[in-house]
């Protein structure tokens, strides 16, 4: 029987026999030069650039002693998966494809959301964040109650 006979594709953890063929994939992975797969046969294929930063992430996490966790997403998503995708409820996602922040498409009876529409979505609302963020520190630097540049000193007679 094999090791790997309950093998779950969702979550990988490296075998304590792996870690050293790991670290040495992770240095090998790691270099600024093109990579490709060789089979014993000879038969090999260049690994495209998108596979290959996979991959470099996935196993510098498993170098590091972490568990990768694998999540396929396809491109159309239910309220379900894109509500699970942006950590929210069902019920606020419809509020947001109702307000039409997020475009949608009708399939019978269900939405379908895709998923480039949602990550847009998702960096527009990171961008608002940031942007709120560095209006707040603006705001504070101007009324002296914060510095970038050096430690703020509080009156010690408020201990």
Known sequence: MSKYSNFDPTHFVVEPEETEQITQLNQLLNREIPTRLVTEQGENVYIPESVLMVLRYSVAALASGQVIQLNVTPQDLTIEE??????????????????GQI?????????????????????????????????????????????????????????
């Open 103 to 159: 475009l949608s498409t009708n399939v019978g009876s269900d939405k379908r959301i895709k998923r480039e529409d949602l990550l847009i979505y998702k960096e527009r609302k990171y961008r608002e964040k940031e942007q709120i963020l560095n209006n707040l520190v603006a705001m504070t630097e101007a009324e002296g109650l914060y510095r970038k540049d050096e430690e703020l000193n509080l009156d010690d007679s408020r201990a």
């Open 82 to 99: 894109a509500a699970n995708l942006l950590n929210v409820s069902n019920s606020y996602l419809i509020k947001l494809l109702e307000q």
